[in-house]
């Protein structure tokens, strides 16, 4: 059937057959929302401003049920959803009927903390306001600082504001729903109760992409629950250099892997979204090339030549794009010296018609204001709207508080005849489009239903689960791992009894929580690595602080050396303070000298043998601790339930699954250094790209080609057995590598992954892994922008980097 958008709503309109394809039962469509009762803040002697100091708990003390385990509805997955060219009769319809300023409305997006006062309470006259002069088309949360109690909500909370804001809209003006977008990036992890997944560096390492599918719907399904429709995720920015603050949100450094995660990540959120009310619109970003920093800074500019850009910053994007991710968030600053939010190349020509994109794009935060407020590229705020219409795509303008509103520049901008009306149907057009796949004009108020599956057990376990296989051993020396029960093991840093600190950003806040906040913020929803010991091992773990999290001592140094003197085996965790963005920005991967020479000391002064548990944004440089230690595990940023996997795992209850999904530097001069740099060149990480190994020893043999010859529509398939000479079942991923020995005038790459795989070992058994490769992957953009393929011998590496690796040859033919 088709739904009029221009009669929706008007009155208690019910789409009758929603349920058709649906075997899940929405609440009944009407003009009403569902009544969510939120409860709070505690009042302290009758003050109406808050103070910094006030508990999250006190403002919000309700808590879902979290029912053990639920069902989602299933829909077909298997084929394309996602945006078209088309726009639907209704919406155009829809559309037409719109003043100038409604449709340019449309293209607003606003700060969720404009609509809140400085009580933390909804200022529902702020909405009136917004909704009646700027056509408000869109919400966002912004999640800072101390403001974060008036973010970081139980999901009842976010749906009483998400509906107060739908039932304003969808009574006023032309009563059209706003589309609420949030950083729901690793878990609805803005969302109190909400599961919140490991890193995004974690998903990578384990090789996985089931992971990244089960991460996404599971925040799916919690978004929506809060009444929001829209993530800003998943990133599909390469770990490129390491100094940049923003390492841990990516899938790591390699284009293919950051693909299949990307890929995965996208259906995940999506599934059948334009049926399916658990799911979300997803939005890739930050389309282009933002993970390239010149300095190492964030949002600093970019300089990246056209081919390496097309070799290796595309295809993440373009596996998004594939899975149908409705929209597309461009990045901050510039690429080769002209801003991104000003690009006819980038968003226009390399977007819409390469790359063909479909969907919404959506500024990242308040860029198209920066052009004057930052950048000196534009004069006014005027100019720079009318700059980004006219040379770019985009279509929606993600707004800061208290700077320029956007419509009032624009809808003057239409007047004055410099921008066409068409322009602003465009993209008013791809957004109310947006809104009715969401199934917004159905019915814009959330799901009641859904928030008693929120910090379900099942979402804990899944959020473990993850965490388990992305665990990377690097190095175990004479069997130092895993510890036995008996054994004294002496754990020292800040991070070993901190939720926070084994989290990272994008959690609670942007910038993670703040020590103000401490773990306390969690109340409750996730654990420490103290906790996952004593769990495993079934007494308190021998714990002392020894460092904080920036390094600097806060215990007497001597007598953490002489408890580590006593103790059997000593572990010393690494991690550094919850920061991203701007405030992440650092100079130099060096540790910490206070804490360096602490290790050090112990290395030199005992003989207890060291493990070195990394869990960090980053990869800072180990120097010689490297080479003291006995074991080195990465745990990267496993998030607030990664306290068990990764005691279970430093205790043997599960065998290390992970790989590295990013190369990891001795020093700062590498920070840039990636696994295909090119063959004849500098590679000499402390840890290579695809390293890690398990408990057991897993050989592989028999690697057989089904053919000698490699040609264009001729794939050659690639198999391999894996044997488990170990006591443990082994999770074990195999991955492919291609290096091309001779390419003419383009200097091979020293290795390329292809493919990868995944599959469970028993003790004693073997399986076999089987990988494609076709001529067409071996292609390459030339100089001069074409994808050429030259001919030349082939190794085909399984597990390039590991003591198991096994060599097979080919030759490349053009035709
Ligand atoms: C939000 O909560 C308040 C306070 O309990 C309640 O009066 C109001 O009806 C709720 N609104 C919605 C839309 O659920
Ligand atoms: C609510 O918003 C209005 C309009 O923006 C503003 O004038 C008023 O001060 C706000 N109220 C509170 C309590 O912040
Ligand atoms: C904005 O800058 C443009 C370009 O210089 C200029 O024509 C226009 O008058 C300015 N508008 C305002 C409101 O200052
Ligand atoms: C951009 O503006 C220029 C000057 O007004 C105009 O010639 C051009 O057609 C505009 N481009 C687009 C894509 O609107
Ligand atoms: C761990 O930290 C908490 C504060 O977050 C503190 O109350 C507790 O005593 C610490 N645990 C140990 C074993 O010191
Ligand atoms: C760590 O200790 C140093 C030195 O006392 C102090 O300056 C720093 O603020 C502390 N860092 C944190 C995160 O507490
Ligand atoms: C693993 O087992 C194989 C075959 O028994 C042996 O050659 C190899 O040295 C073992 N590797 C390790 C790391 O123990
Ligand atoms: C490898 O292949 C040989 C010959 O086909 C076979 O005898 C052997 O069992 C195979 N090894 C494994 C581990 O499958
Ligand atoms: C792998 O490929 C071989 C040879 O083509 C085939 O015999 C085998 O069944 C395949 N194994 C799996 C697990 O697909």
Redesign the pocket.
């Known amino acids: 059937m088709k739904i009029n958008l221009l009669n929706h709503l008007i009155s208690s309109l019910i789409i009758a057959d929603v349920g058709v394809d649906s075997v899940y039962s929405l609440s009944v469509s009407n003009a009403q929302p569902p009544s969510i009762p939120a409860t709070g803040p505690r009042t302290v002697g009758g003050r109406v401003c808050l103070p910094d100091k006030f508990l999250l708990q006190d403002f919000d003390p309700m808590r879902p049920i979290s029912v053990p385990t639920y069902d989602l509805p299933k829909f077909d997955e298997s084929k394309y959803v996602g945006p078209t060219d088309e726009i639907d009769q209704d919406v155009k319809d829809l559309l037409e009927s719109l003043t100038l300023e409604q449709k340019v409305g449309q293209m607003a997006q606003y700060p969720h903390s404009t609509f809140i006062?400085?009580?933390g309470l909804i200022?529902t006259?702020?909405i009136e306001?917004y909704v009646d002069t700027y056509g408000m088309g869109s919400v966002l949360t912004v999640a800072g600082g101390v403001f974060s109690r008036w973010a970081y909500w139980s999901p009842q909370r976010y749906a009483n504001f998400t509906n107060t804001i739908q039932q304003i809209a969808i009574s006023r003006g032309p009563k059209i729903p706003i589309i609420y977008g949030i950083d729901s990036v690793r878990g609805a992890a803005l969302i109190k109760s909400a599961v919140i997944m490991p890193s995004g560096y974690n998903v990578a390492a384990t090789f996985d992409p089931t992971h990244a599918y089960t991460a996404g719907k599971i925040t799916a399904k919690d978004t929506r629950a809060a009444g929001a429709h829209w993530t800003f995720g998943p990133l599909a920015d390469l770990n490129s250099e390491k100094l940049w603050s923003r390492n841990f949100e990516n899938f790591g450094e390699d284009p293919y892997l950051n693909g299949e995660m990307v890929y995965h990540s996208v259906k995940g959120y999506q599934g059948d979204y334009k049926k399916d009310r658990t799911r979300i619109a997803a939005c890739v970003k930050h389309f282009i090339g933002y993970g390239y920093p010149h300095n190492g800074h964030d949002q600093e500019p970019r300089y990246i030549p056209m081919n390496r850009l097309m070799e290796y910053f595309a295809p993440p994007f373009q596996k998004a794009f594939d899975a149908g991710s409705a929209t597309v968030m461009e990045t901050y600053g510039s690429l080769n010296g002209e801003d991104m939010i000003a690009s006819k190349l980038f968003l226009r020509e390399l977007l819409r018609k390469t790359m063909e994109f479909k969907g919404m794009m959506v500024t990242d935060f308040d860029e198209i204001n920066s052009q004057y407020l930052k950048h000196h590229t534009a004069f006014n705020a005027t100019d720079a709207s009318f700059i980004s219409l006219n040379y770019t795509s985009v279509d929606m303008s993600m707004i800061r508080n208290g700077g320029s509103l956007f419509v009032p520049e624009v809808v003057q901008l239409v007047k004055a005849g410099k921008i066409p009306v068409g322009r602003i149907e465009e993209s008013a057009g791809r957004i109310l489009q947006l809104k009715k796949d969401l199934g917004l004009f159905e019915n814009p108020f959330s799901d009641p239903a859904l928030i008693d599956t929120v910090g379900s057990a099942q979402d804990v376990e899944a959020a473990r689960n993850t965490v388990r296989e992305s665990i990377v051993l690097l190095k175990n020396e004479n069997d130092v791992l895993p510890f036995k029960p008996e054994e004294n093991v002496l754990f020292v840093g800040a991070n070993i009894n901190s939720t926070r600190y084994i989290s990272g950003g994008w959690q609670v806040t942007a910038q993670g929580p703040s020590d103000a906040q401490g773990d306390l913020v969690y109340d409750g929803y996730g654990d420490t690595i103290l906790l996952g010991l004593q769990k495993v091992t079934g007494k308190p773990a021998n714990w002392i602080q020894g460092y904080n999290i920036t390094g600097y001592a806060v215990d007497d140094l001597n007598e953490v050396v002489r408890l580590a003197r006593l103790a059997d085996k000593v572990v010393f965790g690494f991690g550094e303070r919850t920061l991203t963005e701007i405030p992440g920005d650092i100079n130099t991967l060096d540790l910490n000298k206070e804490q360096y020479n602490l290790i050090e000391r112990v290395a030199v002064e005992t003989s207890t043998p060291i493990t070195l548990l990394l869990l960090q944004n980053r990869p800072f440089s180990l120097g010689k601790l490297s080479k003291y230690a006995s074991a080195i595990v990465n745990g990267m940023l496993p998030g607030p339930y990664g306290g068990l996997p990764v005691a279970e795992v430093l205790y043997g209850k599960y065998s290390p699954a992970g790989r590295m999904p990013y190369t990891y530097p001795k020093r700062d001069y590498q920070s840039f250094v990636t696994y295909y740099t090119t063959i004849w060149n500098e590679y000499d990480p402390e840890f290579a790209f695809g390293v890690g190994m398990g408990y057991n020893n897993i050989t592989y043999s028999n690697i057989t080609l089904s053919s000698a010859e490699l040609r264009p529509g001729k794939p050659v398939s690639v198999s391999i057995t894996a044997t488990n000479n170990g006591k443990l079942p082994q999770s074990e991923p195999a991955i492919m590598y291609t290096t091309q020995k001779i390419r003419r005038r383009y200097s091979p790459e020293r290795l390329r992954v292809r493919s990868f795989d995944k599959k469970v070992i028993a003790p004693g058994a073997s399986v076999e892994f089987n990988f494609t490769l076709t001529a067409e992957e071996m292609m390459f953009w030339s100089v001069e922008l074409e994808k050429e393929l030259e001919e030349g011998p082939v190794d085909i590496t399984i597990n390039a980097g590991n003591a198991n690796a096994k060599v097979a040859s080919l030759y490349l033919y053009e035709d």
């Open positions: 006062g400085c009580d200022n006259t702020a306001l």
